[in-house]
């Protein structure tokens, strides 16, 4: 038999003895070069029950002026051959003074027509995501907004003190998209009261959106949070790792099936956060486990109940297509890709073969 080229539908139907071409399940999206501007709470209107800015941030300033002052420096030596999108992160944008929106988004501007700036996204909060707002921003220049949605569950949302509900989190996206802009969400796996089935909702619900990225982020206790004092007090157990790369692996896939992006898996490695961090599913190569086992479930799925004898794989992914410590050799070997059964190749596609016994 000869090639049989997935398509949508049809992946359960492939014949045994023939050979199964398809292409990385992670969709291929340009990634910018962006320009992170923290504004550590700033604009927030109250600290939730996970928060530690500056320790997520690496910054340790809330000064508003000095933020633009950074703004306006690197944006200043930047060039058009390497333009910059600039994110305004780790504060709530959209709630800050209308006479700071104004400068952050006219220094911004008047960079783009120099054309160094090649887009302006910022993050905020699904209560202050208002539709008109939105529209006057996408009108000064913004680009994306990336919601800090966290859960859709309205109960965690309540354990952790967000402020909103659930509804205000898709009523947010929605105005979002009417205002023409792009939209990204930030979830945050492992809240108090947030289990492992909750989150297979909160990424279908996320899948629906059809945003154009999500990135997840596991929760951790973080020194001077709220939740530090819950978790000394036995009031909270955070995810352990191995629960967390169990459910975050089927989560990035169905993310993947649906188009949408995932940018990022557990937060920047700081070293203000490392100090800080005491609790929870934490891991040098915790984004690089989680996709390599997203890719193996992939592949498990493809197979059925068949077994395979060979797999081509593109060179570019060899680096974690084991895992981590070589983890997955012993899934893999249970489909019938041992080792020497897997080549890596100068090639864009997978080429998986499968046995006709």
């Excluded at 800090?148 to 929605?174: I, K, M, N, P, W």
């Excluded at 100068?346 to 046995?355: A, K, P, Y």
Aim: aromatic share 6%.
């Amino acid at each position: 038999m000869g090639d049989f080229f997935l398509q949508e539908g049809n992946q359960n139907k492939c014949p045994r003895g023939a050979s199964l071409r398809f292409a990385h399940p992670a969709p291929s999206k340009a990634r910018p070069r962006i320009l992170p501007v923290f504004l550590p709470l700033a604009g927030c209107p109250g600290r939730c029950l996970f928060c530690a800015q500056h320790a997520q941030t690496g910054v340790k300033t809330t000064s508003l002026e000095q933020s633009h002052d950074f703004l306006e420096r690197c944006l200043e030596a930047a060039r058009p051959d390497a333009p910059l999108e600039v994110g305004f992160y780790g504060g709530t944008f959209t709630a800050l003074p209308r006479a700071w929106r104004d400068r952050f988004m006219a220094t911004a501007s008047r960079h783009r027509e120099r054309g160094v700036v090649s887009g302006v996204r910022c993050s905020t909060r699904p209560d202050r995501a208002q539709a008109g707002l939105l529209r006057e921003l996408a009108a000064q220049g913004l680009d994306r907004v990336e919601l800090g949605v966290q859960t859709f569950c309205e109960r965690v949302l309540r354990l952790a003190e967000r402020g909103h509900g659930a509804d205000a989190s898709l009523e947010a996206c929605l105005a979002v998209r009417e205002a023409g802009l792009g939209l990204s969400l930030h979830l945050l796996p492992g809240l108090p009261g947030h289990t492992p089935e909750d989150f297979a909702r909160d990424v279908e619900q996320a899948a629906a959106l059809a945003p154009e990225a999500v990135r997840l982020h596991p929760c951790l206790v973080l020194a001077g949070t709220g939740l530090e004092q819950l978790w000394r007090s036995g009031g909270y157990e955070p995810w352990s790792l191995e629960r967390t790369i169990k459910a975050l692996a089927p989560a990035v896939l169905r993310l993947w099936r649906a188009g949408v992006a995932v940018t990022r898996i557990g937060l920047a490695h700081e070293p203000d956060l490392e100090a800080a961090v005491l609790a929870g599913p934490t891991h040098p190569a915790l984004g690089m486990r989680v996709r390599a086992l997203a890719l193996h479930l992939f592949v498990a799925e493809l197979l059925g109940d068949r077994r395979a004898a060979g797999l081509r794989a593109p060179a570019a992914v060899s680096g974690g297509f084991w895992g981590h410590a070589r983890e997955l050799a012993a899934p893999y070997a249970a489909l019938g890709l041992e080792r020497d059964r897997v080549r890596f190749e100068d090639r864009d596609d997978f080429q998986l073969d499968v046995r006709d016994d």
